[in-house]
């Protein structure tokens, strides 16, 4: 039998093909592209673009003079900051707060997420809602005042109920000891209600089929909220989660410099005041760079790592 003399047809190549689709679907959400592209363009400027002044940790910065005149010191920064004793009593400090703010203003959000979501007067869920999330608008400036009220020994709310059930008056505010509690404490009824609305968004969006499914086979309200709402938003709760825990170290120095004074400053002092003080109130910017790199790096490692276990354990990831 002799060959007619054509060549087969090649298949198309898969490169075209993925190009193809990829124009289809950027012409097919150009408006949607359009819109993110000044947020985009806002967090490169203001979240990629200062990355280059990582470089002042390894010089000896002195301002007024030109970038490239600047004395190039190498680690000598790093080395000085893994030297200082102050340095791990910040981080120990940072991890502490973290740690307690995680176990607290994570949890007790999705707990309160879940009662509002049970509540049925639709009038008295909206006015606890709204109510809960105002404080969220609040300057830390003024929450320190209320705070620093709330606890004070000369009137406060909070030593006079202690007093009434025969107790004696404590200064919470100068006491070291207190110290995280307090910022822990403020922090989250500051932030609790705020916190609640990405979880009340994800549990309207469940399926309201489920619920009905689950109450035709007996399951009382505990019984829905335990297999219906939680599973519902567990993968929000994870990214959530992970999300919190590549933050640990970064937060922030606010509550820190309002609610502390000279009695209770060195369980206060956290990585982002301690290069504040560093950085600006002692004209060592390079040294002040030094710990917001390691800062920085620290928070990656963590939410790598967090990301990498999640992963194992659940097959999802969010990076």
Do not use: C
């Not at 673009?49 to 030109?66: D, K, S």
């Not at 309002?258 to 910017?285: C, E, H, P, R, W």
């Amino acid at each position: 039998m002799h060959s007619s003399g054509l060549s087969p047809s090649r298949p198309k190549s898969a490169a075209p093909r993925r190009r193809s689709r990829l124009l289809r679907r950027l012409h097919e959400q150009r408006y949607l592209l359009g819109m993110s592209l000044p947020f985009v363009a806002l967090v490169f400027v203001f979240n990629y673009v200062p990355i280059w002044g990582w470089l002042m940790a390894f010089q000896r910065y002195r301002p007024g003079r030109p970038f490239w005149e600047q004395q190039w010191v190498g680690l000598k920064n790093f080395t000085d900051l893994f030297q200082d004793e102050t340095f791990y009593l910040a981080l120990k400090n940072t991890l502490g707060m973290s740690l307690l703010g995680l176990l607290l203003g994570f949890t007790l959000p999705i707990i309160f997420a879940l009662l509002l979501n049970e509540l049925r007067a639709g009038l008295f869920k909206r006015t606890v809602q709204t109510v809960s999330y105002l404080p969220h608008f609040v300057s830390w400036v003024v929450v320190a005042g209320l705070v620093y009220r709330m606890l004070s020994t000369d009137g406060g709310p909070i030593n006079q109920l202690i007093t009434t059930f025969g107790g004696q008056p404590v200064q919470f505010m100068a006491r070291s000891e207190y110290f995280w509690g307090v910022v822990v404490l403020s922090d989250l009824w500051k932030e609790i209600g705020w916190n609640t609305i990405i979880y009340l968004a994800v549990m309207t969006a469940i399926e309201p089929a489920l619920y009905e499914a689950a109450r035709v086979d007996g399951a009382g309200r505990w019984q829905l909220m335990r297999h219906v709402t939680l599973p519902g938003i567990s993968r929000v709760v994870i990214i959530l989660f992970v999300l919190s825990i590549g933050h640990l170290t970064a937060i922030g120095f606010e509550k820190q410099l309002l609610l502390s004074n000279a009695v209770v400053k060195d369980s206060a002092l956290v990585l982002d005041l301690y290069a504040l003080q560093n950085g600006i109130g002692m004209n060592k910017f390079s040294f002040g760079t030094a710990i917001g790199v390691v800062n920085s790096l620290v928070g990656l490692a963590l939410l790598f790592g967090a990301n990498a276990f999640f992963r194992r354990k659940t097959g999802d990831s969010i990076i």
